[in-house]
């Protein structure tokens, strides 16, 4: 039984030959985990990794971090910093895994969770799950050519059955994964259907590595809950950071939060990512990041469309402050139509 939440997620926890300082940390996320989300992150702190945008193993080796639209970071972060890679390949894959080694990032993640189409239909992401051995011998490949921490983030499989997501955690243990992030849902499913916690449960009970668990967590009785109901030794989120930036300080640190809040968090998002991109990227990532940060309101379709017809972040800056001078009703929750 958990009594004091934040004090729990305040405990340090060894993840291969690194150690974290708090067990709630930014899931793997696609063009949302980007450098000016991050930054912006960091300024609330809170959180106990960052991982980065999703990265093609197959360009990693011979990107320039300084002009790489995802293979980029702050020297700030460097040391809590995970950079997610994506491909099919064990040999690409390890190469690209020695590169990100070399630049002293806290560690690498290999994606087997991403269930866009796109990336599924090209075999990489969730689609390896249908390849337990290929997506074994990405994992061994990998752990082989570099020492520092290795996770993969994964999904239970194609078929809705708890054993499989128990074999693969097992498997991809074997083959050196430090750590497991988990999202129990199936992968065509896009969030349609609630994650199923209770295999979290099953997949922590199988392995003797740390895993994180990973879907619908919106506030501090949902991270609780899963805490209590699994037995995960840390709890990645998504959607909710990207919602609400500060989430991660709210729930280790018990930071104070107040309606002012939101608007000074999507005007910085606004300006960092006008720092760290060209403008029509940065545009590109505001919207996107616009979808979930609308949820907060009840009427946060108002802003979401008038963001959609933004030309230009001068205009997204002028519609924030529209949109917040008569302060908007924020839900507690957010509104489940953007979260889908």
Not at 255 to 267: E, K, R, T
Request: net charge positive.
């Amino acid at each position: 039984m958990i009594y004091n939440l934040d004090e729990y997620l305040r405990q340090p926890l060894k993840i291969g030959s690194k150690s974290i300082e708090k067990r709630l940390v930014l899931a793997p996320l696609t063009i949302l985990g980007n450098i000016a989300f991050r930054e912006l992150l960091s300024q609330y702190g809170g959180y106990g990794l960052l991982f980065s945008e999703m990265c093609s193993a197959k360009t990693v080796p011979h990107e320039n971090r300084f002009v790489s639209p995802c293979f980029r970071w702050r020297d700030e972060e460097r040391s809590q910093l995970v950079c997610q890679i994506f491909g099919a390949d064990p040999l690409e894959m390890a190469k690209a895994a020695r590169r990100i080694e070399s630049e002293g990032l806290f560690g690498v993640d290999i994606n087997f969770g991403c269930s866009n189409t796109t990336i599924c239909r090209r075999n990489y992401g969730a689609a390896l799950l249908k390849d337990p051995d290929l997506a074994t011998a990405i994992v061994a490949a990998v752990r082989e050519a570099v020492s520092f921490p290795l996770t993969v983030k994964f999904r239970i499989g194609w078929r809705d059955d708890p054993a499989i997501a128990v074999r693969l955690a097992k498997r991809f243990e074997d083959a050196g994964a430090d750590a497991l992030i988990f999202h129990p849902r199936v992968a065509p499913d896009r969030r349609s259907r609630p994650p199923k916690w209770a295999y979290i449960g099953m997949v922590k009970r199988a392995v003797n590595i740390p895993v994180f668990g990973n879907g619908d967590v919106f506030d501090r009785d949902d991270c609780r809950r899963m805490i209590q109901e699994t037995e995960c030794d840390g709890v990645a989120l998504g959607r909710m950071a990207v919602a609400r930036p500060w989430i991660f300080a709210e729930l280790t640190e018990n930071m104070l939060i107040g309606p002012q809040m939101f608007m000074d968090a999507a005007i910085r998002l606004a300006r960092l990512l006008a720092v760290h991109y060209d403008p029509v990227a940065a545009i590109k990532r505001f919207k996107r990041f616009a979808f979930y940060f609308s949820a907060n309101f009840c009427f946060g379709h108002t802003l979401y469309s008038r963001i959609l017809k933004a030309g230009d972040m001068k205009a997204v800056d002028t519609i924030l402050k529209q949109f917040f001078e008569q302060a908007p009703d924020i839900s507690s929750r957010p509104n489940m139509n953007y979260f889908s």
